[in-house]
């Protein structure tokens, strides 16, 4: 846990960071972690390589109908500009693309990491890009690796292969960290850098 009452660690936050079965089977492991860790303000503190249960995998995605809804809804969307017309309403498609998900996720392995740093969210968030491939920005993981988007996934009735889960704040980290990592799984070290990076400056 950090200790926000110590100079170094109150600029610091953990992120969550999953590597999909997808990521996985094409043998990006290695390369997505390098785009982590070659930022230099981010500090791997956990790693592991596990199949989740169904029962994790569940709980990792969103379950409230806000989120199926906005599934359904962008899929529907998308239906409607090909000139075809899903009957089933914004809930069941998303209900159902959530199912996929979840399945997809226990065919893993997976590779799950903790990163911790200053706005390690938001840095972490930058580095994978955008949820869609397609929309990702080169020199994202997502942009650079993929090639897939949701229309192509959901034509081929299979989830979409974006390679990682990136938490998207620091409390939703938090959480995360919970589900994923037992406390003796996350190990406290010193980086070379991090007194630079952290420390307060004096200058004499
Ligand atoms: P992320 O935080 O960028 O991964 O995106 P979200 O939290 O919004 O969604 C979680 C995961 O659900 C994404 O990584 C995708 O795998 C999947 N997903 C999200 N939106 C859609 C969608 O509209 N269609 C499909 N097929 N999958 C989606
Ligand atoms: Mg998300």
Redesign the pocket.
């Known amino acids: 846990m950090i200790d926000h009452k110590d100079p170094i660690s109150m600029k610091q936050e953990r992120a969550f960071i999953m590597i999909k079965p997808d990521g996985v089977a094409r043998g990006l492991v290695g390369e997505i972690i390098q785009r982590f860790e070659r930022t230099g303000g981010l500090k791997l503190t956990a790693l592991k390589m596990f199949y989740p249960d169904y029962e994790q995998s569940c709980k990792h995605?969103?379950n409230s109908d806000a989120w199926k809804i906005k599934?359904g809804t962008?899929?529907k969307d998308a239906q409607k500009a090909q000139g075809r017309e899903d009957p089933r309403d914004p809930i069941e498609i998303g209900n159902d693309?959530q199912e996929k998900?979840r399945n997809y996720l226990c065919q893993g392995p997976v590779v799950a990491m903790i990163w911790q740093g200053n706005q390690a969210n938001q840095l972490c968030r930058k580095i994978?890009g955008?949820?869609c491939p397609r929309d990702a920005a080169p020199g994202t993981v997502r942009g650079d690796l993929s090639v897939d988007d949701?229309d192509l996934?959901?034509a081929s009735n299979r989830?979409?292969y974006?390679l990682l889960?990136?938490s998207?704040s620091p409390e939703n980290a938090e959480l995360e960290i919970k589900r994923w990592f037992k406390e003796d799984e996350i190990h406290a070290w010193q980086k070379l850098d991090e007194a630079r990076l952290y420390e307060i400056w004096k200058s004499n």
């Open positions: 995605y969103d599934l962008r899929t693309i998900l994978t955008h949820t949701y996934s959901d989830p979409m974006n889960h990136c998207d």
